[in-house]
């Protein structure tokens, strides 16, 4: 990463305002998965090492469009946060205003402030000129360690670097060094895995990913659109019918590089206890049912291509993974990269919720925070939040 982090700028004595990414869900008011607010924490102990007059923390939650929503709100993330940095953690009703302004006077010295959700202002997603101006009042420098939001050029990712000296976190290093590494030099064989509803979310990946990488397997609803653009019939299956002539030019583009699964699991409904049967994708699905998953076939055939991989990449699930039984293949391409002696990148999205379901997060080599801004970065298009930080002399 050529860009500046914590280890390049003082920080003792200073109030710094770290972006982080505690879009975390939130059920009845408790945090039921605190795995984004762990994330942050090697970041935030160096900070607190580094004697700081205090950190005020600023975050996203949800889409509350604009608007003050308590089901939104911050608040449940304190508890969780206090318990994993061990000190105090105090809250601000909003994240700029009186409010902010005499929360962070308050806090002692040394202390954590945690601000309220920026998106309950407007213009935290237009980048508006003078809510950054506010956001960067409260400190004396700005550290960006939300590469989930990297993507986004908004008030508190991107404007707020015009009034402060700005560097990245641990994460954000993390991040980039194994995403951008991995695009720039890959250890060969490269083979990148993708899934997920749809083609059209994923063209720009899919046609920088065949550059680089050996294979490119394909799984989920989109082997649906690539299976019709073949000619072959796909029943009652998802389809992108007007992604179908891109899938063709997206195939004779990347010739035997591009691999879908030739077995697939089809049901007689769109429902976890339906009918199952096993066929040939080149068969033909029959009206009235639909392919949720790779087959157990299907699985072995990438099993043979990934064995001999030095680099994966993954974003997508193989089926429809919210349902138990057509969450198999997903599964089982998890247990095949946490066997796996290369470098596991797991990028964003459902993947990650599947590989963390299954228990095999510590196995892979890294698990990306940002779904969008993985994909985007493996797009290769430049990310607003990170074009910000100041660079490396």
Known sequence: MNKKTVRDIDLTGKRVLVRVDFNVPVADGVVTDATRVRAAIPTLQYILEQKPRYIALMSHLGRPKGEINPKYSLKPVVPVLAELLGVDVAFADNCVGEAAETAAAAVPEGGVLLLENTRFHAGETKNNEELSQQLAALGDVYVNDAFGSAHRAHSSTEGVTHYLPAVGGFLMEKELNYLARTLEAPEKPFVAILGGAKVSDKIGVIEALLSKCDRLLIGGGMANTFYKAKGWAIGDSLVEDDAIDTAKKLMAAGGNKLVLPEEVVIADAFDNNAKTQIIKAADGVPDGWRILDISPGAVEAFREVLKEAQTIVWNGPMGVFEMDNFAKGTYAI?????????????????????????????????????????????????????VALADLD
Request: net charge negative; charged share 15%.
């Open 334 to 386: 998890a247990e095949i990269l946490a066997e796996s002696s290369a470098t596991t990148i797991i990028g964003g999205g459902d993947s990650v919720a599947a590989v963390q379901k299954a228990g095999l997060g510590e196995r892979m080599s890294h698990i990306s925070t940002g779904g969008g801004a993985s994909l985007e970065l493996l797009e290769g298009k430049a990310l607003p939040g990170v």
